[in-house]
Antibody, heavy 117, light 110 residues
């Protein structure tokens, strides 16, 4: 079964850091680019970051550039998002998603990140 | 890329058709528009229902269809069913480092 499972969310203070993980199973991880997408409570979806499978090149939304770092471990079949200098507006459910045909075709269940002031 | 514009809400009765628009899409510079649509029932993760403007993933009913005219993409749901009630989001990808979602549209089945 194709599955993405996020972990690492939780409550942290303004200016703090968290590292999210996304474990992958059921498909060849090295064959796919991967995305992080977030959703603030009661709000819409916001693309956060992605990472290519071939070159490891990364992309970030302007709102997180310089604070968040995406990475992947192809041996552990895992995707990561290091989040530093967290702000209240980073409070959201964070989803990892597989990139296929310029779309996100498989999504995890999400992990909640809460930044308190 | 600027945010994409969707109507906040649409509604329809069972059996009817509804169309959700998504304005402000951009090409990737090579003339290709990478537009996708997602369905998100309350409390669940988004689900891909349309990719590359018009294509349906396996398992998505053919009641769901996508189209594009100029810089506006559209999602049409025909034969509306109660289970279609959800939030719907469009997404446009112009490069591997620039993805933008629309604000979302709440579909109510009357």
């Amino acid at each position: 079964e194709v599955q993405l499972v996020e972990s690492g969310g939780g409550l942290t203070q303004f200016g703090g850091s968290l590292r999210l993980s996304c474990g992958v199973s059921g498909f060849i991880f090295t064959g796919y680019n991967m995305n992080w997408v977030r959703q603030a409570p009661g709000k819409g979806l916001e693309w956060v970051s992605n990472i290519r499978s071939d070159t490891g090149a990364t992309g970030y939304a302007d709102s997180v550039k310089g604070r968040f770092t995406v990475s992947r471990d192809d041996v552990k079949n895992s995707l990561y998002l290091q989040m530093n200098s967290l702000r209240a507006e980073d409070t959201a459910v964070y989803y990892c998603a597989r990139d296929n045909h310029w779309s996100s075709d498989i999504w995890g269940q999400g992990t909640m990140v809460t930044v308190s002031s | 890329q600027s945010a994409l514009t969707q109507p906040p809400s649409v509604s329809g009765s069972p059996g009817q058709s509804v169309t959700i628009s998504c304005t402000g899409i951009s090409s990737d510079g090579g003339g290709y528009y990478h537009v996708s649509w997602y369905q998100q029932p309350p409390g669940t993760a988004p689900k891909l229902i349309i990719y590359e403007v018009t294509n349906r993933p396996s398992g998505v009913p053919d009641r769901f269809s996508g189209s594009k005219s100029g810089t506006t993409a559209s999602l049409t749901i025909s034969g509306l069913q109660a289970e279609d009630e959800a939030d719907y989001y469009c997404c446009s990808c112009t490069s591997s480092s620039s993805w933008v979602f629309g604000g979302g549209t709440k579909l109510t089945v009357l």
